[in-house]
């Protein structure tokens, strides 16, 4: 029988809010059995040694692993897939090594570094012990993950599975830190944390990797956040993995209604099982792996009017105050030879620099549609947003990968197009942006950077949680500090609500840099 990274019988679990029985669980790993790759295709959990390593310097960091689940590799390193850690301030396992990856080995061409416009040499400048907010406005967003409150039985905590209660918890703690945003993840791999909709229900609510995919967990954790959220004052943008398909060995359960996007898609007139996947430079097509399985951005007619179909129904369903899409981008460098691209493309990909640009045309279509077709006729200002690669180009010589050569995501693009409303640069994972001194400068000095091309649009960079406190003080710091010198509206995301209470910061927060209360951003160039 197979199995989807560990899937374990839940059959004795006993949820808070849904007692599963066992007649449903089997119906539901049966679904599973004897599972594979459809036309027999199976592939190594193992793949061959990266040879996109980053620099000497950082010779224990692997981009090509930290790519395909980007800062979602943090809950997989510390323990967190089955279950998140018991209250606040506890030590974390030992951080295991990250899982293996989707992606092919791909010798590299390095690209030509283009003239740095910036040196090294930022530092955060001290603010006050009180910092008053101007007009009373500064983002202060923290990312919710699925990883951060549900579990897999019976690992779960009391052998309960999570409810409304949990919801209320985590939004008691994000108001008493002082946040005033909250980017909650409702899509991970073709799955809804809300009412479908288009896609089934994950299988994470009702105790399971993938078994009980589509079982409704009799509450909608969706609604239950806004409802809390905004009962506080505080913002809420659904938050989802845009193409990511699906995550493991095995395929999900095919009898699900809706039907999963990874058999809707396999199974649509014209299709088959890999013609909307992601394929390399060889021609192969990305299979099932312990990592994501990652759908192609240049197939239009099934990936990208999905995307477009499901962000506009939770807008219409959903008092959200926005979207927040991340994993917006290719796979990884080389990627995608897929037969969709290469049909619309009506050449060999890769035969010029030209498919490159015409990959990142992809992205940005898919963004200009959300904003087109979804945000904008919503009638309310709500805001699109996206999580995007640590930058664009390495200006400065930092020594990890720019999003618009290895992954063919133009976010600099998407501003100066008007396509979107902020974004939200992950800075963090780069080795360079490590704990201390050196790593604040060189955040400092990347941060900069965004904000100078901004476009007159929102730039709230990403700072993560699992840094010294003073680390996070100093790059809150430096950003206000900055944001104001050039006009800017001050903000910052912090991933993630589980990395914070890992460390037990929500006070740190309340009494430090969030000890002036601050209104998030609104809008005012929205029709």
């Not at 620099?55 to 979602?72: G, R, S």
Request: hydrophobic letters at 40%; one cysteine or more.
């Amino acid at each position: 029988m197979a199995t989807g990274l560990g899937d374990k019988d839940t059959s004795k679990g006993t949820g808070r809010f849904l007692s599963l029985s066992l007649g449903m669980l089997l119906l539901g790993m049966l679904t599973l059995a004897g599972a594979v790759e459809p036309e027999g295709q199976t592939r190594s959990a193992v793949p061959p040694t990266s040879t996109m390593l980053a620099p000497p310097q950082f010779a224990a960091f692997d981009e090509l692993v930290w790519a395909n689940m980007a800062h979602e590799s943090w809950y997989y390193e510390h323990g967190y897939a089955e279950r998140p850690p018991e209250g606040p301030g506890l030590r974390l396992q030992t951080p295991r090594l990250y899982l293996p990856i989707a992606a092919r080995d791909i010798p590299l061409t390095p690209t030509a570094r283009p003239t740095p416009s910036a040196t090294l040499t930022g530092t955060p400048t001290p603010s006050p012990t009180v910092w008053q907010p101007p007009d009373g406005v500064e983002a202060r967003a923290v990312w919710i993950s699925r990883f951060d409150w549900t579990c897999i039985m019976p690992g779960c905590a009391g052998g309960l599975l999570p409810g409304p209660s949990t919801i209320q918890h985590m939004v008691a703690n994000i108001d008493a830190g002082g946040f005033n945003t909250i980017l909650f993840q409702v899509r991970g791999t073709g799955d809804a944390f809300y009412t479908p909709g288009l896609e089934p229900w994950s299988a994470r609510l009702t105790g399971t990797f993938t078994a009980t995919l589509g079982l409704d967990p009799g509450w909608d954790p969706l609604a239950v956040m806004i409802s809390e959220a905004h009962a506080r004052g505080i913002q809420v943008h659904a938050y989802l993995n845009v193409y990511p398909v699906w995550l493991g060995t095995s395929p999900p359960p095919e009898q699900t209604v809706p039907a999963h996007v990874f058999w809707a898609w396999s199974h649509a007139e014209g299709s088959n099982w890999s013609y909307w996947r992601q394929w390399d430079s060889s021609h192969q097509s990305m299979l099932l792996n312990n990592n994501y399985l990652w759908a192609s951005p240049g197939n239009d007619w099934l990936v990208e009017s999905h995307i477009v179909s499901l962000a506009a129904d939770i807008l219409q369903r959903y008092p959200v105050d926005g979207l927040h899409l991340d994993m917006l981008r290719y796979a990884n460098v080389g990627y995608s030879c897929d037969p969709a691209s290469e049909e619309r493309w009506g050449a060999p990909c890769f035969a010029n620099g030209d498919y490159q640009e015409w990959q990142r045309s992809q992205v940005t279509n898919l963004v200009s549609r959300i904003y087109q077709e979804g945000i904008l006729p919503a009638g309310r200002q709500a805001l699109l947003s996206a999580a995007v690669w640590w930058y664009p180009q390495d200006l400065w010589g930092i020594g990890c990968s720019g999003g618009y050569d290895n992954y063919y995501q133009d976010s600099r693009g998407w501003l100066s197009q008007g396509v979107i409303d902020a974004e939200m640069p992950m800075l963090y994972g780069c080795p360079a942006f490590a704990d201390g001194a050196s790593g604040d400068a060189q955040w400092t000095c990347v941060m900069q950077g965004w904000l100078d091309h901004r476009a007159g649009r929102y730039i709230f960079p990403g700072i993560s949680a699992d840094l010294s406190f003073s680390s996070i003080v100093a790059r809150i710091n430096s950003q206000r500090s900055y944001a104001v010198s050039v006009g800017a509206v001050p903000g910052h995301a912090v991933y993630s609500y589980g990395v914070i209470d890992s460390h037990n910061y929500w006070d740190a927060f309340a009494s430090g840099p969030y000890r002036q209360p601050a209104a998030a951003p609104t809008l005012n160039w929205h029709p």
